[in-house]
């Protein structure tokens, strides 16, 4: 075993000294509010200045791509927080104007790919930013004209109904083509 370890242990020592052997220079230090000896360039400071574009959706007023985003919407289970139609569940409704992070669509383009602190979720890794894109789509025809598959009753009734296990009283929708 010492047959192992001394030459280690002697390295170790050998290095330990070479180290503290090695040509100290004593420390200079600079007299207080003495000007720098160099002009240290701080190098580009990141930015233009200016604030940050604004991005546009390239899918808004579009209806198919609304259509596709309502798709998302229940895929990804957005609906099992945010309520079938977006009426609201254990996340906030995305029906009524209230806005936490902003209504504009870059905004909820960023609450949905950055993710907000009180529980929403960041898919910005998951969901192709043109997906998102499409789901802000159609987030933005909810309470519009356009919106797709629009509730057909005032939401607390349709929950009442299914919460209680009856189905609805009106007809279910017809089918889109
Ligand atoms: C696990 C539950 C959950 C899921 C799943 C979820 N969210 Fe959220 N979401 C929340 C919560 C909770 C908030 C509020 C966060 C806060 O207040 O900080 C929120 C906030 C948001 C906001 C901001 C609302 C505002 O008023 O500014 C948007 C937009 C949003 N979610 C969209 C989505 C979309 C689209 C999906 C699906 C891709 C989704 N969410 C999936 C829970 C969820």
Redesign the pocket.
């Known amino acids: 075993m010492s047959s192992v370890t001394s030459p280690l242990v002697a390295f170790a020592t050998a290095l330990a000294l070479s180290l503290m052997g090695c040509d100290q220079q004593p420390l200079e230090v600079a007299p207080a509010g003495a000007a720098s000896a160099t002009e240290t360039a701080v190098g580009p400071i990141p930015g233009s200045g200016q604030p940050l574009p604004v991005r546009s959706n390239p899918y808004a007023g579009n209806p198919t791509a609304a259509n596709e985003g309502y798709q998302?919407?229940s895929w990804?289970?957005?609906s099992?927080?945010?309520g079938v139609h977006g009426g609201g569940g254990?996340?906030?409704s995305?029906r009524d104007p209230?806005?936490?992070?902003?209504?504009s669509p870059d905004?909820?383009f960023a609450?949905?790919s950055e993710g907000?602190?009180?529980?929403?979720?960041s898919?910005g890794t998951k969901?192709p930013e043109q997906q998102i894109w499409k789901?802000v789509a159609y987030?933005k025809t909810i309470n519009t004209p356009s919106e797709i598959d629009p509730p057909t009753m005032p939401l607390a009734t349709q929950q009442a109904h299914e919460a209680s296990g009856n189905p609805p009283a009106s007809p279910p929708p017809a089918p889109q083509p």
């Open positions: 998302f919407f990804y289970n957005c099992g927080c945010h254990m996340g906030p995305l209230v806005w936490i992070y902003g209504g905004q909820v609450s949905i907000r602190s009180n529980g929403m979720p898919w969901i789901i987030i």
